[in-house]
């Protein structure tokens, strides 16, 4: 069986507020078809798991999160993740966030084997709140439905580029 072409991951912790944000969206996302070639998870604090997930050869990433960047609460970003490797992150089993994750991809990889997507997304809202408590703060849950429609372009994008990439050139088979 091939894997599919594009793996997107909810990623956050539900017990701090807004940081519940990317496992709400993909949570939502499950109201929609998915293309074949998508897989839509739920990784929420488990950054480990997305980690080795992300060596299974997609060919794009689309890892949704809250994203601090200084905006106004609620605001919807479309991150491209660095292309250069990032620093090594301490590891943390408690907090890997998917700077620490990608930060891991090209040490994991030599031991693996395993083929890191050759381009990774963020799809990230301004949280209002990261304080303990369950539930999105009201400009987050307002973004969540924006969010889902950047995520749905980023796949049909995706999977645009794929489709028109020669065979030969394609990392995994679709």
Request: proline share 7%; hydrophobic share 45%.
């Amino acid at each position: 069986m091939s894997r599919p072409a594009v793996l997107v991951a909810g990623v956050g912790n539900v017990f701090l507020g807004d940081d519940g944000f990317g496992v709400e969206t993909v949570r939502r996302l499950a109201a929609h078809p998915m293309p074949d070639g998508v897989e839509v998870v739920d990784v929420g604090v488990r950054g480990v798991d997305l980690a080795y997930r992300l060596l299974d050869g997609y060919r794009t990433a689309v890892l949704v999160d809250a994203t601090c960047r200084g905006g106004a609460p609620g605001t919807v970003y479309l991150i491209e993740a660095a292309a250069e490797p990032l620093e090594v992150p301490v590891l943390d089993g408690h907090r890997m966030g998917p700077d620490a994750v990608l930060g891991l991809l090209a040490t994991l990889a030599a031991g693996t084997g395993g083929e890191p997507p050759g381009r990774v997304l963020v799809v990230g809202c301004e949280p209002a709140s990261l304080e303990e408590g369950i539930g999105l703060s009201e400009p987050v849950a307002a973004a969540v439905e924006e969010a889902v429609r950047v995520v749905l372009g980023a796949v049909a994008e995706a999977l645009s580029v794929a489709e028109a990439l020669p065979s030969e050139r394609r990392t995994t088979p679709c």
